[in-house]
């Protein structure tokens, strides 16, 4: 399985464009209401994981239907239902790229949760193969390293965020550069631009994402 696609409960008016995916070899995963919109939207969901508390007991028996394996869990745990998903992708895939949709453009403490989430000790092995992408953004997660970010077409902005205290980041051929520069707390180098077709950067301790991004569209007066 090249690809696990993530649906969490977010609003489906923010999901990415999920062509790229709609092939053998990815694998979609609900959690909770994330379950429901994957399905009214037509995709094979194998899995749903979730305390499902956001649905009705007429759409819960609609999911018991449609889906082939639920873990139901109660509403008081020490885990997300995103984290359970996150946690069942991986047991199901290990070798996968995971791709979480549904987990942006709701409550803030959701989204700072889902952020963050795959600094986790237990997630940290699969961390460069995390994503979290919406209509407008892809995430993209680094540990320590040099790497070369190739520009999604779509998206001319792009921001280097420290996760976490980070020595010696060096932004090199992107429209602001940056020079071995040090970050003693979490900080959001945002609003950057891609010069050409990929941006390279380097940093030697901590935990960073990059976010590609574009703008909302909208029409003045209507």
């Known amino acids: 399985m090249k690809y696990v696609i993530i649906i969490a409960g977010g609003d489906p008016a923010n999901w990415p464009d999920l062509t ?16 429901l919109y994957g399905l009214k939207y037509g995709l094979p969901i194998k899995r749903a994981v979730g305390d499902f508390d956001s649905l009705t007991t007429e759409e819960f028996g609609f999911v018991q239907q449609q889906v082939r394996r639920i873990d139901c869990c109660a509403a008081e745990k020490d885990d997300t239902d995103t984290q359970l998903g996150m946690l069942a992708a991986i047991e199901d895939y290990p070798d996968a790229s995971y791709v979480l949709i549904g987990a942006t453009g709701g409550r803030l403490d959701h ?22 992408r919406d209509n407008l953004n892809s995430i993209r997660y680094f540990k320590p390293g040099e790497y070369i970010i190739n520009k ?68 003045i007066g209507k």
């Not at 600094?119 to 460069?128: A, D, G, K, M, T």
Request: charged fraction near 25%; aromatic fraction near 16%.
């Open 152 to 219: 999604e077409q779509d998206k001319p902005y792009l921001a280097y965020v420290c996760l976490t205290s980070v020595d010696e980041l060096t932004i090199y051929d992107a429209k602001y550069r940056l020079e071995n520069t040090s970050f003693p707390l979490p900080f959001s180098l945002s609003s950057n631009e891609f010069v050409g077709e990929t941006s390279r950067f380097s940093f030697k301790t901590g935990f960073m994402c990059v976010i590609q991004s574009k703008d909302k569209c909208r029409i």
């Open 20 to 35: 790229p995916y709609r092939s053998n070899e990815t694998a979609f995963i609900g959690v909770d209401r994330g379950t």
């Open 111 to 132: 989204f700072l949760s889902n952020l963050w989430l795959p600094l986790q000790n237990r997630f940290q092995p699969f961390l460069e193969r995390i994503m979290i």
